[in-house]
C-alpha cells in the first residue's frame, strides 16, 4: 500500500473511547490468539507491524506488554500518540512511523503482531525475514491474512475492497503455511477464521452494516448474537481470514 493511500485509508478515523476487548467484533479472533499465547512468551517486548490506529497495541499495552507499533501513516501514528495520552498507558508504548520492510526498528522481541500487513507487502520473504530477525528466542509471531477462498471473494464480491485498501494478493492455508516454514520459522497453529456475515459487515459498504458494527462493539448482545451466527456460518463456508502462529525455530 503506497503512503497516499494509507493517509486517505487513515483520513476519516477517530480516537478511541476505549481499548478493545475479547468481545469486540472487529478484533475478537485474533485477541483470543493473543490471550492463548501470551503466557507462552519469555518476556513482556511486543511488535505490532502496520498497527494502524493501535488498537491491538493499546490492547497488549493493558496486559503488561512493552509495545512498539510502527506504521507507514504518519496520521495513524498520530492518532496512537494522542490515545496513549488519553488511555495512561505512556510508559509502555511507543510508535513510529517507519516503512515496513524498507526501514528498521531496532531492537528484538518476544511477541510480533503481523495483522492484516503481508498481503500489502510487494516482496513478501522480505518482509518475513524481517520479522524473524526481530524475535529472539523462542519468541512468537501472530500473523492475520485474508483468505483466497473466503465465500465472498469466491463470489467475485471482495474485488473492489481488495482494490481500495491496497491488498495485494490473498492467502490460502497451504500457501501461507509453506511460505512461513520455508523461511526458518516454525507453525505451531493455523486456522481459519471469520465467517461470511463479519465479512459482510466489514468489506460491503451498507450503512446499516457500520451501524451495526459500532452497536455490536457497545451491547454485548447484539455482538454475541453476530458471533454465534457467524460461526455457524463459519462451519458450513469456510473462513474470511486466516490466523497463523509461529516462532523460532
Request: hydrophobic share 55%.
Given at each position: 500500500m503506497t503512503d497516499e493511500l494509507y493517509e486517505k485509508f487513515h483520513s476519516n478515523i477517530k480516537?478511541?473511547?476505549r481499548i478493545i476487548s475479547k468481545r469486540s467484533i472487529t478484533y475478537r479472533d485474533i485477541v483470543r490468539v493473543i490471550n492463548k499465547y501470551k503466557d507462552h512468551c519469555v518476556g513482556n517486548k511486543a511488535l505490532d507491524i502496520g498497527c494502524g490506529c493501535g488498537a491491538l497495541s493499546f490492547y497488549l499495552g493493558s496486559i503488561g506488554f512493552d509495545v512498539t507499533g510502527i506504521d507507514i501513516s504518519k496520521k495513524a501514528v498520530d492518532i496512537c500518540e494522542q490515545n496513549k495520552k488519553m488511555?495512561?498507558?505512556h510508559g509502555c508504548l511507543k510508535f513510529f512511523k517507519l516503512n515496513f520492510p524498507q526501514e528498521n526498528i531496532k531492537g528484538r522481541y518476544d511477541l510480533i503482531i503481523c495483522s492484516e500487513v503481508?498481503?500489502?507487502i510487494e516482496d513478501q520473504k522480505k518482509?518475513?525475514?524481517y520479522i524473524k530477525n526481530k524475535l529472539n528466542k523462542n519468541g512468537?509471531?501472530?500473523f492475520s491474512l485474508p483468505s483466497i477462498k473466503s465465500p465472498?471473494?469466491?463470489?467475485g464480491l471482495?474485488?473492489?475492497h481488495d482494490i481500495n485498501v491496497g491488498h495485494l494478493r490473498r492467502y490460502s492455508m497451504d500457501s501461507i503455511y509453506n511460505l512461513i516454514n520455508f523461511s526458518g520459522l516454525r507453525t505451531i497453529e493455523l486456522i481459519e477464521t471469520e465467517g461470511i456475515l463479519k465479512n459482510f459487515l466489514f468489506i460491503i459498504g451498507f450503512p446499516l452494516n457500520k451501524i451495526l458494527i459500532r452497536l455490536s462493539n457497545r451491547f454485548?448482545?447484539?455482538?454475541s448474537f453476530i458471533f454465534f451466527i457467524d460461526d455457524m456460518l463459519l462451519k458450513f463456508f469456510g473462513g474470511s481470514q486466516i490466523i497463523l502462529v509461529s516462532k523460532t525455530k
Open positions: 480516537l478511541q473511547k488511555f495512561e498507558l503481508l498481503e500489502h518482509a518475513i525475514r512468537i509471531v501472530i465472498l471473494h469466491r463470489l471482495s474485488s473492489k454485548l448482545f447484539i455482538s
